[in-house]
T-cell receptor, first 113, second 116 residues
Framework: GAGVSQSPSNKVTEKGKDVELRCDPISGHTALYWYRQSLGQGLEFLIYFQGNSAPDKSGLPSDRFSAERTGGSVSTLTIQRTQQEDSAVYLC???????????FGPGTRLTVL | AQSVAQPEDQVNVAEGNPLTVKCTYSVSGNPYLFWYVQYPNRGLQFLLKYITGDNLVKGSYGFEAEFNKSQTSFHLKKPSALVSDSALYFCAVRDGSGAGSYQLTFGKGTKLSVIP
C-alpha cells in the first residue's frame, strides 16, 4: 500500500511569509508525528497526534508553529512569519498504534530566504 | 528526559569488511531502541528495533544490533559491508515504560561510507 506522503516536496518562501506543509499518513494509522531535520542537528520532535486525544505539542519551538489533524487523517503544519532559522526538512511519520514503529514520509524541504 | 549519542559523525569502511555504527542512550524508564537509515533525498527507513527479549536484534538488509544495558549502548553492525549501505544512519530511543510521550529522540546521525 501507499506510504506516508508529504507535500510540497520543496518550498521556497520569503522571510515573514506563512507556509503550510501537508502530511498524508498511511491509511488506518492512528498516530502521526512531525519532526524537523536541520543540517547538523539531527531530527527534532515537533508534535504528536494520537486519535482524538489532545496533541503533544511539547516540541514546537515557538508559537509561530502550529499543527492540526483533521478527521484523524491528514495533518497540516503551519509556520507563521517564517524566519531563516526555520529552513530545514520537515518530516512526517505515522504509526499504526500509539508507540508503534514509525513510518516516515520523504519530507518537505523548506527554504526561507 | 531521554537522549541519544552517536559519537562518530562519519564511519568509513572497505567493502566486504564488517561495520559498526555506535550509539549510546539515556532514558529514565525502559529503553525502546531503533535504527533508521536515510538515503540521499529520501525519508527515513526503519531498520530494526529493540523492545524486549533477546539482546541481539536482527533487521533489514543484513543489519543487526546488540542491546547492552550495562553500557547503555545499541551499536549497529553488519558482518560484510556493501557499497549500497552508504547512507546516513540514525539511532533513536523512547521511554517504553508508558510514563513518557511516544515521540522518538534521535541522535545526530552517522554518515557511513563504504569504499569499493
Amino acid at each position: 500500500g501507499a506510504g506516508v506522503s508529504q507535500s510540497p516536496s520543496n518550498k521556497v518562501t520569503e522571510k515573514g511569509k506563512d507556509v503550510e506543509l501537508r502530511c498524508d499518513p498511511i491509511s488506518g494509522h492512528t498516530a502521526l508525528y512531525w519532526y524537523r531535520q536541520s543540517l547538523g542537528q539531527g531530527l527534532e520532535f515537533l508534535i504528536y497526534f494520537q486519535g482524538n486525544s489532545a496533541p503533544d505539542k511539547s516540541g514546537l519551538p515557538s508559537d509561530r508553529f502550529s499543527a492540526e489533524r483533521t478527521g484523524g487523517s491528514v495533518s497540516t503544519l503551519t509556520i507563521q512569519r517564517t524566519q531563516q532559522e526555520d529552513s530545514a526538512v520537515y518530516l512526517c511519520a505515522s504509526s499504526l498504534l500509539q508507540g508503534g514503529e514509525q513510518f516516515f514520509g520523504p519530507g518537505t524541504r523548506l527554504t526561507v530566504l | 528526559a531521554q537522549s541519544v549519542a552517536q559519537p562518530e559523525d562519519q564511519v568509513n569502511v572497505a567493502e566486504g569488511n564488517p561495520l559498526t555504527v555506535k550509539c549510546t542512550y539515556s532514558v529514565s524508564g525502559n529503553p525502546y531502541l531503533f535504527w533508521y537509515v536515510q538515503y540521499p533525498n529520501r525519508g527515513l527507513q526503519f531498520l530494526l528495533k529493540y523492545i524486549t527479549g533477546d539482546n541481539l536484534v536482527k533487521g533489514s538488509y543484513g543489519f543487526e544490533a546488540e542491546f547492552n544495558k550495562s553500557q547503555t549502548s545499541f551499536h549497529l553492525k553488519k558482518p560484510s559491508a556493501l557499497v549500497s549501505d552508504s547512507a546516513l544512519y540514525f539511532c533513536a530511543v523512547r521511554d517504553g515504560s508508558g510514563a513518557g510521550s511516544y515521540q522518538l529522540t534521535f541522535g545526530k546521525g552517522t554518515k557511513l561510507s563504504v569504499i569499493p
